[in-house]
């Protein structure tokens, strides 16, 4: 049964940092890029960034320089460290696998709020 378990996150004030983890079936992390999406109140998922099975990331524009995607192999686990936070980061976080098309079930997702 594959599975996606997200958490880490919570509620910071703007400029803070969170880092969240998001525990995945071994039988898709293997074999995939893994991302990290969000979801704020009344707009579409949007994808945040992306880390290949060899490394290799990238990231939206909107996040490039204040998030860092990183993932270990041997937990079968992936990782989004978030600094210098701002309101409009504010969003329910997801992970996934990197292509729509190999897309899995949708975990449960862990809400980040940033406000002061």
């Known amino acids: 049964q594959v599975q996606l378990v997200e958490s880490g996150g919570g509620l910071v004030q703007p400029g803070g940092s969170l880092r969240l983890s998001c525990a995945a079936s071994?039988?898709?992390?293997?074999?995939?890029?893994m991302a990290w999406y969000r979801q704020a109140p009344g707009k579409q998922r949007e994808w945040v960034a992306t880390?290949?099975?060899?490394?290799?990331?990238t990231y939206n524009g909107s996040v490039k320089g204040r998030f860092t995607i990183s993932r270990d192999n041997a937990k079968n686990t992936v990782y989004l460290q978030m600094n210098s936070l701002k309101p409009e980061d504010t969003a329910v976080y997801y992970c996934n696998t990197g292509s729509s098309t190999r897309w899995v079930d949708w975990g449960q997702g862990t809400q980040v709020t940033v406000s002061s």
């Open positions: 880390v290949a099975k060899i490394g290799v990331t």
């Open positions: 071994r039988s898709i992390f293997s074999s995939s890029a």
